[in-house]
């Protein structure tokens, strides 16, 4: 190796500030092509479509949703600043993965200072642990998700609390009692637990991994590790309590807590964690072998067979295996502590209506690359040849720019709705959410024969558990809107009005009613469309579409003064269009 690549090594392992360069320069250059990224799924009904965050209100979002009052808070002053242009809310979580990766350099930093570790690293390792650390999370291809699709800012936020309040909270430990900073960083520490738990739930975990940081890296008798273990049980029982309270609910109600335990499914605990079995392994290839990435996963619930009872028994191997090497490298061990513990909420029994998603592997994928790189760096520290260190290096260097170039790549999928939905339908082709957005976004590109094709591939996967067909509003609304753009509004008009005979949700109702006043207003059947614009206001009120549609509808009708009253009705939505 030359003399300036030795210097640059040398100066890399001893400076902060060009470590932090390094990682914010790699985080720019993969994810700077994101800012005109659009907006998807969840992004809608929690960013676009929500009147609760369009207005300023800490209180109203408070009732909206307690447990991610911080998350919303942050959607809510993007809107104030910018109303609905993506790029603020890219840079925002561009930039929280950012402090993500600093936070993972922070932990590093000062996990390798209690006394346990240090003893049992080299100082070669610990010169390159936290920036290596930090680097492969940061430019690995399986976390965009949660920091490209916007809504996903719920995952990145959680994780930067998450580890900010362990790292302070390690880094005030090994303060000397007299020391005042150490009570300042506990209380900085608890700040971050507090505002954590209060982004997304799944950082209730913290209240695992804590204590049990402190079981294996300070506590050394019984007695006090008796303590510990009884203060977990009594700090999870205080956040339930404290959940029950907020989500007014009796805590000791058996189907109070199964209802409140689950989100969006009735699908049995059992099944759900067996299948978490197995979507943890998957989550664990994805991260070594980030090939397959696509945003809406289709997996079969899991029963009770071999395949699963194999997965169960890998994981207990790793857990047992880490367990056994704690005091030879406490690194893996806590690696793997931190990786299964922060899965606890979402993995576990606590049943979501989606099986998987590659944000929820944001979080745990910190003890994943704390993981590979102590491995990597140990390594190429302790080979003895000297061609086989370069070789090493090299080698790991290469597989951080294959990372960041996939990283780079997948975020220009994302910049391509079409092209991110074909991506889709390659990897879940029976999955009738993917083939929807499919087709909407092949409808707003003008491939009308395309869209046709991928909106009744939705209408055929749209099956219930039971195999029957179940009605699909928002393909059905999209096919209605299609069908009037292909020439044949009578057919639209038709579609619309056997849709709006059955039960649906009020928001999807809305979209109909307001396409099919469209329909009417671009046919100068201003009356109908009137009435249609009234009823969708009546469906979901104070949203800007059907007002505007409304308004001009009695414009064209001469009725000048209920025209001018609307507006007084709804002054913030004609004064933003005047803007």
Not at 306 to 312: G, I, R
Not at 488 to 506: E, G, H, T
Not at 515 to 526: C, D, P, Q
Not at 573 to 579: A, I, R, S, V
Request: positive net charge.
């Amino acid at each position: 190796m030359n003399k300036p690549a030795r210097t640059f090594i040398l100066l890399l392992s001893k400076s902060s500030v060009m470590q932090l360069l390094i990682l914010a320069i790699s985080i720019l250059c993969v994810y700077g092509h994101t800012l005109n990224v659009p907006f998807y799924l969840d992004d809608y009904p929690s960013i676009v479509d929500n009147l609760i965050i369009h207005q300023l209100n800490i209180n109203n979002i408070w009732n909206y949703a307690p447990f991610r009052l911080v998350t919303y808070v942050s959607f809510a002053l993007n809107y104030y600043f910018h109303q609905l242009d993506v790029t603020g809310y890219h840079l925002v979580n561009i930039f929280i993965h950012f402090c993500v990766g600093y936070g993972i350099y922070y932990f590093v930093s000062v996990l390798i200072r209690i006394p346990t570790v240090n003893s049992r690293i080299s100082i070669a390792v610990q010169d390159y642990l936290p920036f290596l650390s930090a680097l492969i999370f940061v430019l690995h291809p399986l976390h965009t998700q949660a920091v490209t699709y916007i809504v996903q800012r719920l995952a990145s936020l959680a994780a930067l609390f998450y580890i900010f309040s362990i790292a302070f909270y390690i880094h005030a430990r090994l303060l000397e009692k007299s020391d005042f900073k150490k009570y300042i960083l506990f209380s900085i520490a608890m700040v971050s637990v507090v505002l954590a738990l209060f982004t997304k739930e799944n950082s209730a975990t913290l209240m695992i991994i804590i204590p049990f940081i402190e079981l294996a890296f300070f506590q050394k008798s019984t007695s006090s590790r008796l303590m510990i273990i009884v203060s977990i049980l009594i700090t999870i029982f205080a956040f339930w309590m404290l959940y029950a309270s907020i989500r007014n609910i009796n805590p000791f109600s058996l189907s109070h807590i199964d209802t409140f335990t689950r989100l969006g499914t009735d699908t049995p605990r059992t099944t759900y964690f067996f299948t978490q079995l197995k979507i943890i392994w998957i989550y664990i290839r994805l991260f070594f072998f980030p090939v397959g990435l696509h945003l809406d996963y289709d997996i079969p619930p899991a029963t009770a067979d071999w395949n699963v009872l194999l997965a169960l028994i890998c994981h207990i191997l790793v857990i047992v295996c880490a367990f056994f090497i704690r005091k030879q490298k406490p690194i893996i061990f806590l690696s793997v502590l931190f990786y299964y513990i922060s899965h606890l909420i979402e993995s576990s029994i606590l049943p979501i209506k989606d099986f998987c998603f590659e944000h929820r592997a944001y979080l745990p994928n910190i003890g994943l690359s704390i993981l590979c790189a102590y491995i990597s760096i140990d390594i190429i520290v302790n080979s003895h040849k000297t061609i086989f260190r370069y070789v090493l290096i090299g080698i790991l260097t290469t597989v951080l720019l294959v990372s960041g170039l996939m990283t780079w790549h997948r975020n220009r999928v994302w910049n391509d709705p079409i092209a991110l939905w074909r991506n889709c339908s390659v990897y879940s082709p029976n999955k009738a959410r993917v083939w929807a957005e499919l087709g909407k976004h092949l409808m707003v590109a003008e491939k009308n024969t395309e869209a046709v094709d991928a909106l009744n591939n939705a209408l055929k996967f749209s099956v219930d558990s039971s195999g029957q067909l179940v009605l699909n509003a928002q393909v059905i609304c999209n096919l209605i809107i299609l069908h009037h753009k292909t020439g044949n509004s009578a057919k639209a008009i038709q579609l619309a009005d056997q849709v709006l005979q059955y039960p649906m949700n009020r928001l999807y109702r809305f979209y109909i009613l307001n396409n099919k006043g469209n329909i009417y207003l671009e046919n100068r059947a201003f009356s109908q469309a009137e009435s249609c614009y009234r009823q969708a206001i009546s469906s979901y009120s104070n949203h800007e579409m059907a007002v505007s549609g409304l308004y001009h509808s009695l414009l064209f009708q001469g009725k000048n003064a209920a025209a001018k009253q609307l507006m007084l009705n709804y002054p913030h939505l004609f004064n933003k269009q005047k803007k």
